[in-house]
């Protein structure tokens, strides 16, 4: 997510910042391995994965939450990644650390302000590997739409993207013409946001970007807010 949309990391940072904890970004960047495990070049994926694993070593020995902004790297953290390295205990131990954006801000005492419409689009990966219970705890409503058609790059793909068009019209468009133009449409996977431009001309945000626009209007609301003179109140 950082390499293809370096505003959503900026947006991440910014909400685990306002939380009150420090965030860590790893020295370098390492794919999570996802586009060599569809493709069956498991050696390579499980080579990427023991990187991350060495890469992540001091945090995770502290016990320390790590934040996963895409929903597809997420499903390779509490799922492939534990049959790709069954015999390495940091594997076991990188999936109980992985958080989304949602359960780390539930977690952290966030939430969306009760006026707020957020409509959340929940990737199938996000719905497979934990479900949008955080989201629901949020304040956001979840939106029944299915897969958006997508599935990674399989909506890129020139002979499959009519294929892919088709089945974000079965459930995710109908349904995106339900949400009110002045709502938030919210969508984590990148491939989900590209799916909802491409087929309703919406705007969606990932949930990062929707809870630091929040909290810069609180702090800005703060900022400007009329003090009162303590001297000249009376009792």
């Known amino acids: 997510t950082s390499v293809k949309t370096p505003h959503v990391l900026q947006a991440a940072l910014s909400v685990v910042q306002a939380a009150g904890y420090r965030p860590r970004l790893t020295q370098r960047h390492v794919c999570c391995g996802r586009p060599f495990y569809d493709s069956g070049l498991l050696d390579q994926a499980r080579g990427n994965l023991l990187q991350i694993l060495d890469l992540l070593a001091e945090p995770m020995a502290a016990g320390v939450p790590v934040l996963v902004l895409e929903p597809s790297c997420l499903s390779v953290f509490r799922d492939e990644m534990l049959a790709l390295l069954a015999h390495d205990p940091r594997a076991a131990q990188l999936a109980k650390l992985t958080r989304t954006m949602a359960e780390f801000a539930h977690e952290a005492g966030l939430s969306l302000p009760e006026a707020m419409q957020a409509h959340v689009h929940a990737h199938c990966h996000h719905r497979a ?54 709502a938030e449409l919210v969508a984590d996977g990148f491939s989900c946001r590209a799916q909802i431009g491409k087929l309703s001309g919406r705007h969606a945000l990932h949930l990062a970007e929707v809870l630091a626009r929040h909290i810069h209007e609180d702090h800005h609301a703060a900022a400007t807010a009329p003090r009162i003179n303590t001297d000249e109140v009376s009792q």
């Open 129 to 182: 590997c934990g479900g949008a219970a955080a989201e629901k705890e949020l304040g956001a409503k979840m939106l029944d739409t299915g897969c958006c058609g997508m599935a990674g790059a399989f909506g890129y793909h020139a002979k499959t993207a009519d294929v892919a068009r088709r089945v974000g019209e079965l459930e995710l468009l109908p349904k995106l013409a339900q949400v009110p133009s002045e």
